[in-house]
């Protein structure tokens, strides 16, 4: 770990985030904050991720002392102008595909970023990025094979770039990282925004 860094947490459980940060050269400590995401209400889909990623990381922010940075995430497919988060169960993950297939979707991802210093006033930065995702055409048999993995209940709109799900997704127009749960060049410009580089994080 590089010495003289920013303390830096990441306010999620996602192990897709988590793996996207220490494949970019950062290992961030990580938190879950624990929000009652159901609580949480917006008018668009790209609103809803933006409140939900806010108040991850002003709950885990709000538990901090000392210098750092903390950020908050939280993604939503938006088909039709519906906000798909994690299917409820097997036969809505095999439903969401049925009508997801063959067909474009949007997947938000909210990122809030707070600069915890307890000099300071924290400083609160919010963004949402928003990658096209077109699908393939699997049949129903490819969809309950899929499904029967386990990963689409798993995961914001049921679907991964970077895993069983990647056989699916025939293209993306945006930042691929985004449909992860993280847009790297998002972080860096609001990085920059507060004063900070990508080299200011603890790196492994």
Not at 115 to 133: K, L, N, Y
Request: glycine content about 10%.
């Amino acid at each position: 770990m590089r010495s003289d860094t920013m303390r830096f947490l990441l306010a999620s459980a996602s192990p897709g985030r988590l793996r996207t940060l220490r494949q970019a050269g950062v290992e961030p400590e990580v938190e879950v904050s624990g929000v009652d995401e159901d609580a949480i209400t917006a008018p668009t889909p790209a609103d809803l991720v933006r409140e939900l990623a806010r108040a991850k990381a002003v709950t885990v922010a709000g538990r901090q002392h000392g210098d750092l940075l903390v950020l908050g995430c939280d993604s939503m497919l938006e088909l039709d102008g519906t906000a798909l988060g994690k299917p409820s169960s097997a036969a809505e993950a095999v439903r969401r595909w049925q009508l997801m297939r063959g067909r474009t979707a949007v997947l938000h991802t909210g990122h809030t970023l707070i600069e915890v210093a307890d000099s300071a006033a924290m400083r609160i930065s919010d963004r949402v990025a928003s990658t096209q995702v077109r699908f393939a055409d699997p049949s129903d048999a490819e969809i309950e094979a899929y499904v029967g993995t386990g990963e689409p209940l798993r995961v914001a709109g049921a679907f991964t770039i970077d895993g069983f799900g990647g056989w699916f997704v025939e293209a993306v127009a945006g930042d691929h990282h985004n449909v992860v749960g993280l847009s790297l060049p998002l972080l860096r410009r609001m990085l920059l925004d507060f004063g900070y580089a990508v080299s200011d994080l603890p790196g492994r």
